[in-house]
């Protein structure tokens, strides 16, 4: 029989959602109020955005892991500081704790949990809880019809090449580069190459209190925030005949 | 100074999330709670889908109105029922009463409800609440991670013909090829051209109660149904890196 020593406990990816704490999901939420240890990517200094997030759905009283990373858009975290994370999560695990990490928007979809994921999941029970992603959320601050019908829809970091941004807006119907930061002026003069800045949309933070919405040529580069992105929509796109 | 005649109610979109009712957002769930009005589309004959993920959501005595239409993967719906669902939603609205409109997944993307926002959003308020979407669900539910640092994504309507999936694959590091339904055999036998599908997973009513998590192989065809969808994530996606 099992002793209570080999009892457990679970590890839950939470996608938070992409900013509006009320857009967490009724099931991230209700794991919130009960996990008693909670972890979280933060910068080297200061809050960390997904606890922010979060904050309204934190009961008080959890035990907290901040996953402190250089958050560099040049640079990626060293393993060392996921490895050192897992570890400190394993413990909680193996006392039979269950601990939820905290994830900007989703989880699996440029998340730092995946990294967490590929050192835990083979070792422990994990569930990953899905959230709104960016994108979507960006189209619906903006008003916008994503894809419609048979469209084919991108998403594409920014930090990619010209000719590889470029490729996947040829194969697509709607796309959306994202965490544009200091890409954006190399982004935009892309799409003014490709006539495309007509059907380009921006929106930083969405559903964030500071969210905001500019025309594309009026963005001034530096103030361009790594969580922002644009939608580009082709003319031709089913999405862009729905409101005709 | 305006009168109670002059209150008119707002429309909202929400989005119901992948299939578990539990990933409905807090913010939608709280929307249905007090909206005195909900809408959502229906089969000609039977159940809603997105009103059965809403139901435990719904506190009773709502006024409902089931948009009916032909749920043809190969037909869509005539005008005539947008046009007909708009004007009594108009009528609600004009009547200050607040109107939630059903959607599975996220409301702009391959949503119904963008061709109601289309017919009332220039005379009415209008909110869209965002939703967790069937591909970052599928990828919970198979614990594969989507995208890492520079992925590009593509979700691929399968019913697009076989040159058009190919040129989305070709730029993208992962795709979900969404809809799968009667174009499944088609889209196994133009991955296995393209050499893909060890590197292809499928998923059926993702987070529903009847999911489903098959070998590509082993799937019959006639048994896929419409809300299904294949991951192929190429070996070279950084996405697939994190697990090695």
Avoid: N, W
Avoid at 88 to 117: E, N, Q, T, W
Avoid at 143 to 169: H, K, S, T, Y
């Amino acid at each position: 029989m099992a002793g209570p020593e080999d009892v457990t406990g679970t590890l839950y990816g939470l996608g938070v959602g992409p900013g509006d704490p009320d857009l967490l999901t009724v099931k991230a939420a209700r794991l919130l109020r009960a996990c008693p240890v909670v972890a979280y990517p933060a910068p080297d200094q200061g809050e960390s955005l997904a606890r922010r997030i979060a904050a309204p759905h934190l009961p008080g009283g959890q035990v907290e892991i901040a996953i402190r990373m250089e958050l560099s858009p040049a640079r990626f975290p060293a393993p060392e500081v996921y490895d050192d994370a897992a570890s400190k999560i394993a413990a909680h695990l193996a006392a039979g704790r269950d601990v939820a990490v905290l994830c900007l928007g989703d989880p699996l979809l440029y998340g730092s949990f995946m990294y967490l994921f590929a050192r835990l999941a083979g070792s422990h029970v994990v569930e990953i809880v899905p959230g709104v992603a960016s994108p979507t959320a960006a189209a619906a601050a903006l008003g916008l019809p994503l894809a419609a019908r048979d469209d084919a829809l991108a998403v594409i970091p920014a930090q990619l090449p010209d000719e590889r941004i470029a490729a996947c807006l040829a194969a697509s119907d709607t796309s959306a580069i994202i965490k544009l930061g200091r890409h954006f002026a190399r982004v935009r003069a892309l799409l003014d190459t490709l006539g495309l800045a007509g059907s380009a949309h921006y929106i930083a933070h969405a559903t964030m209190a500071d969210q905001q919405i500019l025309p594309l040529a009026t963005i001034e580069p530096a103030s361009v925030p790594y969580f922002s992105l644009i939608i580009v929509r082709r003319p031709g796109a089913a999405a862009s005949a729905v409101l005709r």
